[in-house]
């Protein structure tokens, strides 16, 4: 099979999953109540009306009572025309509301991947070419105390020492500061750091598993017999063969655990990135809101998934364009 | 591979044939046992589903010590079929197969990290499980809020020092322990049961069950989960009952994929050709030799999913998506973030063992894979 047929492969599945994905998610909230209707029959109770009715006017408006086949086929158009409705607690285009809180995600999640990206690779590299060492069981040991300690509770921590106790940092986040300023990256150090350690040791972990699988290597033992420098194994003959595998990696995980811990951590910080304002929108039953604040992560990851594959085929000079194996 | 480097070896004269030739139906004990009291759980749920009015207790009696007064809800129930499940098909094969149980922990007790793991979570489990039944719920306590812990101007009355509405906050640990385990363990043990059951059957269909089968995973493994139990708990509210639910039917993915590859290595072997030729069925192969072989893979991934699983419930009654009515370490953290001048402990304590709770699973997990699985080389 050829490259490009493999590759256009990959992006009919990615358009299949992300169809079986907001199908479902249709489904999802077809079967259900929707959560916002349950407030418009609360708020209408409250003030001496009817709710059945106050819902029927709202599903109305919403075009909840029309046949279900219809609601499905609109919903599917919507979302591929990225028409996501408005949020009710911005007055907005849920598309506006993401647009202008992406930055302060990005500002915390860029910076901590890099970072975590570079430590995590030269540790686990360093940690397979000295294996049973001290350092070696210092990594492993930081890897396993990154990956158990919870994020929310070391954020809560970090809080009460350098916020509460000593007053080095700021416990919660000043939106006024202006955005390319020492001061705003001063507030973000201690959210940077938490989402950091949890990046860095699933990083190092992975890392350290599959260089391990070369540093044994014959090809590697041929390189040391005829002279070549230790620097230089380690990078063309040991971290080489291992990026296809470190880099499916780096996308698949990585989608999940940065976004999964960014959320929290701007909760506990207030800084107003996608994870605050899905928050908020859970908070008060902005429904639009929330789909678009989980969906656009789940969209990320397939499009990340696609450019994984497609990474792979030119990191990997061996790779058949077979099916899975 | 066991049985090569084990001093005691077996005797072929020793082998009790009988014991392998009982057919397609064998009544041993074992078999007999489990089905019997896991059928029991099952009468007592419907006896307390039906017949005992709801927040009425099954069964009230004043022990000496402390009154014990069963009101199990369905967490609680598919708890203690999770507990029956654990005895049954852990802890009476350990005991059955002395032999290689010693051989396995003569390798396992070389990790004096899981060791003091094992001593951990001995404690967390008797906690979780016994405590509760001791203590009850935590009562709010309005005469002595926010009294710190001992060794810090406390007593030892509270040990741990008392909420801003004076629960104490040893037993807001006891209970956030149960609630822990509980999501744990029941939502592992179906994530497992899902998982071996698609992995198994993917490997040994092929085809396009399989394609269809590995899709799937493939699809649930894209999805970041978190998000997708965010949005799902947003639609259907966040009960513990339905949380472990959730939990458990997105959190075996990774699980099916190990088991189908190791699945497929099986049956590659001579002894299911064998079994094919003697005319055993599919289903029969599957559950007769394909998953007693990968039960060590199995048992691996259980262990590390654990932590997951915990981790995610937190982080969820941390967000107050969880039950407002339930002490979760998540939750009792989440109170005592706004608290942190004045009352530090309170978000400090439960945190710490959530912490160590999710450590030690980790460190179990990785001395299993290193006990049981010789050829998984890190």
Redesign the interface.
Known sequence: MSMAWYIGRRCLWALL?SF??LSV?FG??AA?PN?TASTVAFDAAQEGGDPEEAVETYEQTRGEDRPLMEQYTDFMIDMYTLNWGDSFNYNADVMTVIADSWVYSAAIVIPSTIVAVLIGFGVGLYSANNQYTKTDYAATFGA??G???????LA??L??IF??VLEWFP?SYDTTVDYWSLEHAYQLVLPFFVLTTAAVASQMRYA??ET??YVNAEWTKTARAKGVSEWRIMFRHIFRPATPVLATILV?DF??II??SA??IE??FGIPGLGLV??NA??NMDTPL??AT??V??II??LG?LLQDILYTVLDPRITYEG?N | MATDTSPDRIEIGQIDWEEYETGRFNFDRKTVGSTLSLLAVGLLWLYDFLFVAERHPVLEQDLILFELSLNPNNVDWLFGLTLVALFWYVVVPLYQNKRMTMYYWSKFKQNTAAIWSLGFLAIIFVMGTVGPLIIGHPEPNWGNPNAPPVFFGGEWAHPFGTHRTGEDILEVTITGAQVSLQVGLIATLFSIILASVVGATAAFSGGWIDEVL?RFV??L????????I???V???GGSLFLLIVILAFTGWGGTARLVRSEALQRSEESYIQAAEAAGAGKAYIIRRHILPNVSNTIITAATLII?VMI?TE??LA????GDPNIWSW?RI??D??NH??TA?WV??IP?IF??FT??SF??LG?ALRDALDPRH??
């Not at chain 1, 990956?147 to 509770?153: A, E, L, Q, R």
């Not at chain 2, 493994?221 to 997708?228: A, G, I, K, Q, S």
């Not at chain 2, 941390?318 to 998506?321: A, E, K, S, T």
């Open positions: 999953a079986i994905i998610t999802f909230l259900s959560p396993f105390f990956i158990s300690v919870p994020n929310f509770w809560i921590m809080i009460l916020g509460v416990t350290r598993a391990l699988e698949a989608v999940g976004f999964a959320y929290v909760v506990i899905s928050y859970i908070i929330v789909l989980t969906l992560p789940v990851a397939i998934n899975r | 590995m493939d699809l493994m894209t999805f970041p989960t978190f998000f997708l965010v949005l799902l947003y639609i259907y932590p981790l937190a982080v941390f967000l107050g998506f998540g953290i989440s005592g973030r942190l001048a530090w978000a400090t945190g959530l912490f999710v450590l980790n460190f990785d080389e890190t």
